[in-house]
């Protein structure tokens, strides 16, 4: 692994390999195709995984079947067997040796698959009733039909939630069809060929990249999701992980696994940031919690949408029961309710807000992108406050001192509000509002609905907020 102490080169590499993805159109993927399981990913990938690893039958990995075209079972057989040779055990996964060659799956046997044919259990399996005749055809006539798939594949999968080890499974299956979308499917061989740890997701989270063995490279690039692993001069682990805003995700951080598979989480690091509607986050791990060179294991994690909204409800109720002003979590489209305070004493109830456009900004005075926007903020309040826009200044900072005097020095017009930076009153924020990277603004229409959610530029804030006026933004000589 290579020691990198220049973050900024980081995060502009982290660009560069994601804006060179987007612009070719291409998947990012140095997954070898038997770890790509579809099993715990997150469901802005899940989708994509599903069509270009899992196109039939849910399996997690397997040959892209041909139908039979009338073959005799034995050409079928020949075929098969061909394909498997070819497949890939040679190759490490992410966190998988290659496999040795007494443990690889023995050639498939037309007498495997009589015998397949003879215990198939119609009883078990009613919905397929269909498929039995066409079943006992084949194994008279030793033909298979136009439309059927004989096929293998291969995933990773534990047989339940307690077993620490999960396992490489090699599945034969024979497929006819019993209607015009309809088919069934005959298993024919479902064979353990080893195994590893089981290295699984947080509750309520799911993989966005699954993990690594730590010598499989620095660089991990999958599905636009970019993660650079390096070491600081304390000889930390740090994790940089860049992805595209467009995915959705609204949590993520970076999990490390030692040699026996215990998990420890990254911890998130503020300085981070949006640029080119990609989001760039860094985490490190405290070298007195374990130290880089005991980390066998690296992945990335995100919530899923459902768990994040649970979990940002719950940290509101605690908040109003602790008497703690706070921001909910911002959802486009929703009503988006809430009461502040500001420094200068100064109160903000969403709901006396109604019939004012109102802008949101969260930044910081450590925050390059969100200070250098600042004069075309003062500028958009300049025009539309008179016609009805409020904004209210929502500082991240650790320190209230740097907040009032970045406030100062900027001459900001508009009402600052300071996230608690008591740490338990802090992480409450987090909880609730998601906000984990600066700068971000919030747009809320004149009925107290959430209308933009912005990350990066182009902000287009004059052209937003005077739709959200009514006005055209012609009219103000743009």
Not at 3 to 12: E, P
Not at 392 to 399: A, E, N, R, T
Not at 410 to 416: F, H, T
Request: with cysteine; net charge negative.
């Amino acid at each position: 692994m290579t020691t990198r102490t220049k973050h900024t080169n980081t995060h502009a590499a982290c660009i560069a390999a994601l804006l060179v993805g987007a612009a070719s159109g291409q998947e990012l993927a140095s997954e070898h195709s038997q770890d790509n399981t579809t099993q715990g990913s997150h469901p802005a990938l899940r989708e994509s995984i599903a069509v270009s690893v899992n196109p039939h039958l849910g399996s997690a990995v397997r040959e892209k079947p041909e139908t039979s075209d009338g073959l005799s079972l034995e050409q079928a057989i020949i075929a098969l067997n061909e394909r498997a040779v070819r497949y890939p055990f040679d190759v490490p996964g992410l966190r998988s040796l290659p496999l040795p060659q007494d443990q690889r799956p023995a050639p498939c046997t037309e007498a495997e698959i009589m015998a397949a044919i003879q215990k198939w259990d119609r009883a078990k399996s009613p919905s397929h009733e269909k498929g039995h005749p066409i079943f006992q055809r084949i194994a008279k006539t030793q033909r298979l039909p136009a439309d059927a798939r004989l096929y293998f594949d291969c995933h990773w999968y534990s047989d339940n939630d307690q077993d620490k080890y999960e396992y490489r499974t090699w599945r034969i299956a024979l497929d006819v069809m019993v209607g015009t979308n309809a088919g069934c499917s005959l298993l024919i061989r479902d064979q353990k060929l080893d195994r590893r740890l089981a290295l699984r997701p947080a509750l309520g989270y799911s993989w966005i990249e699954h993990p690594r063995l730590m010598d499989s490279g620095e660089w991990a690039l999958s599905r636009r999701i970019v993660l650079v692993v390096e070491r600081d001069e304390e000889e930390a682990l740090v994790a940089t992980v860049a992805y595209s805003q467009s995915l959705g995700i609204e949590d993520l951080h970076a999990v490390t696994f030692d040699e026996e598979g215990r998990r420890y989480t990254l911890a998130a690091r503020w300085g981070d940031g949006a640029v080119d509607n990609i989001i760039l986050r860094r985490f490190r791990l405290d070298p007195g919690v374990l130290r880089a060179a005991d980390v066998r294991f690296l992945g990335v994690e995100a919530l899923s949408p459902d768990r994040l909204k649970e979990i940002s409800e719950s940290a509101v109720h605690h908040a109003k029961e602790k008497g703690i002003s706070i921001l909910p979590l911002p959802e486009v489209g929703r009503p988006y309710e809430f009461h502040l305070s500001a420094m200068d004493g100064s109160l903000f109830d969403s709901e006396k807000l109604r019939g004012k456009v109102v802008m949101i900004d969260c930044w910081a005075s450590w925050c390059g992108p969100c200070m250098s926007k600042m004069p075309e903020l003062k500028e958009i309040y300049r025009k539309w406050h008179p016609q009805g826009l409020e904004v209210i200044g929502l500082s991240f900072d650790q320190d209230a001192k740097a907040a009032g005097a970045a406030f100062k020095r900027y001459e900001i017009p508009w009402p600052l509000v300071l996230v608690p930076t008591n740490q338990e009153q802090r992480q409450l924020w987090t909880a609730a509002t998601r906000i984990i990277s600066l700068p971000r603004i919030l747009l809320i229409d004149q009925e107290g609905v959430l209308r933009f959610d912005l990350t990066s530029e182009p902000w287009k804030l004059d052209e937003n907020v005077a739709l959200l006026l009514g006005k055209r933004a012609v009219e103000s000589g743009r």
